[in-house]
């Protein structure tokens, strides 16, 4: 049977760990040759040999998407390695969980930078060459905190709720080239970020995040998700199985939004 994704050139975002390997990982593994970028250059050296050790077509390339021209320099790699870019994957965000009183311009400016304004930066980017594919598709990592209100998370959370409106934009703008755009909006999953999250110095925050997830029994499937939880989504979006689908949010949560 042929792979779902032979033939396509996919570039994903914040590819160095946790959901972007994973989805990256997962990629490769339908055909898809992929580029990997992140800022941080070490750890992403290391994922990219791990792939290619398994005996996948992967490039990497350090990228911070937060700069314009390292994200024209990332897009000009696929282009010039592989000659065109199908699937885009805007993944890379930081967290943050700075209370209002703590939150200076240049914070929240620097959040809405790497956890917003990248993603139509890169997209913008990559534009030219997704026009060129016969079935581009965009999908953009958002959150539920995109969707829901959390203490301490105006500026995470308000990026997040930006790139679920921008996705419909984008999804708008671009569907008369053929171009799909979605969004993928993860709850708790065990990742760097995740654990960061657990770390954080407002410990009201830290009882807060444990409790609404676990103590309180808010999470119908029990668990916490794992990256491979968000791949598979990921890979949906990104292949011609979602051939019709475009604009949407997918909520991938545990059940956790399903209830209050
Ligand atoms: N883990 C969760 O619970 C959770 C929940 C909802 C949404 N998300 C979203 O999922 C995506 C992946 O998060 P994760 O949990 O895998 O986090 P992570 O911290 O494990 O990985 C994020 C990656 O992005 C990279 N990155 C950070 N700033 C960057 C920049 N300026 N330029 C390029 N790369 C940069 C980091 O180096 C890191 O490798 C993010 O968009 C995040 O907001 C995560």
Same mark, same amino acid.
Request: aromatic content about 6%; charged content about 20%; overall charge neutral.
């Given at each position: 049977?042929?792979?779902?994704?032979?033939?396509?050139?996919?570039?994903?975002?914040?590819?160095?760990?946790?959901?972007?390997?994973?989805?990256?990982?997962?990629?490769?593994?339908?055909?898809?040759?992929? #580029?990997?970028?992140?800022?941080?250059?070490?750890? #992403?050296?290391?994922?990219?040999?791990?792939?290619?050790?398994?005996?996948?077509?992967?490039?990497?390339?350090?990228?911070?998407?937060?700069?314009?021209?390292?994200?024209?320099?990332?897009?000009?790699?696929?282009?010039?390695?592989?000659?065109?870019?199908?699937?885009?994957?805007?993944?890379?965000?930081?967290?943050?969980?700075?209370?209002?009183?703590?939150?200076?311009?240049?914070?929240?400016?620097?959040?809405?930078?790497?956890?917003?304004?990248?993603?139509?930066?890169?997209?913008?980017?990559? &534009?030219?060459? &997704?026009?060129?594919?016969?079935?581009?598709?965009?999908?953009?990592?958002?959150?539920?905190?995109?969707?829901?209100?959390?203490?301490?998370?105006?500026?995470?959370?308000?990026?997040?709720?930006?790139?679920?409106?921008?996705?419909?934009?984008?999804?708008?703008?671009?569907?008369?080239?053929?171009?799909?755009?979605?969004?993928?909006?993860?709850?708790?999953?065990?990742?760097?970020?995740?654990?960061?999250?657990?770390?954080?110095?407002?410990?009201?925050?830290?009882?807060?995040?444990?409790?609404?997830?676990?103590?309180?029994?808010?999470?119908?499937?029990?668990?916490?998700?794992?990256?491979?939880?968000?791949?598979?989504?990921? &890979?949906?979006?990104?292949?011609?199985?979602?051939?019709?689908?475009?604009?949407?949010? &997918?909520?991938?949560?545990?059940?956790?939004?399903?209830?209050?």
């Amino acid at each position: 049977m042929p792979k779902r994704l032979s033939e396509r050139v996919a570039l994903v975002t914040g590819a160095a760990r946790g959901i972007g390997f994973t989805a990256a990982r997962r990629l490769v593994q339908e055909g898809a040759r992929v #580029l990997l970028s992140d800022i941080d250059e070490t750890v #992403l050296s290391e994922a990219a040999a791990s792939l290619t050790r398994e005996g996948f077509i992967v490039a990497a390339t350090p990228c911070d998407v937060a700069k314009i021209a390292s994200i024209e320099a990332m897009v000009a790699k696929a282009a010039r390695d592989w000659g065109r870019i199908d699937i885009v994957v805007n993944n890379a965000a930081i967290s943050d969980d700075t209370p209002v009183e703590e939150l200076d311009s240049e914070r929240w400016r620097h959040v809405l930078a790497v956890n917003l304004d990248s993603v139509l930066n890169v997209s913008k980017a990559a &534009l030219p060459h &997704l026009k060129q594919s016969p079935s581009g598709s965009i999908v953009n990592i958002a959150s539920v905190q995109g969707i829901r209100g959390q203490p301490h998370a105006m500026a995470y959370a308000t990026a997040k709720g930006g790139v679920i409106n921008l996705t419909r934009c984008m999804a708008v703008d671009f569907g008369p080239f053929g171009i799909r755009a979605n969004a993928v909006a993860p709850g708790y999953i065990d990742t760097r970020m995740a654990e960061q999250k657990l770390d954080t110095p407002h410990e009201h925050k830290t009882d807060w995040f444990q409790d609404i997830y676990f103590k309180y029994g808010r999470m119908p499937l029990r668990r916490a998700g794992k990256p491979e939880d968000i791949a598979g989504p990921i &890979l949906f979006l990104a292949s011609d199985d979602s051939l019709y689908v475009t604009g949407t949010v &997918l909520v991938v949560d545990g059940g956790f939004t399903a209830t209050y």
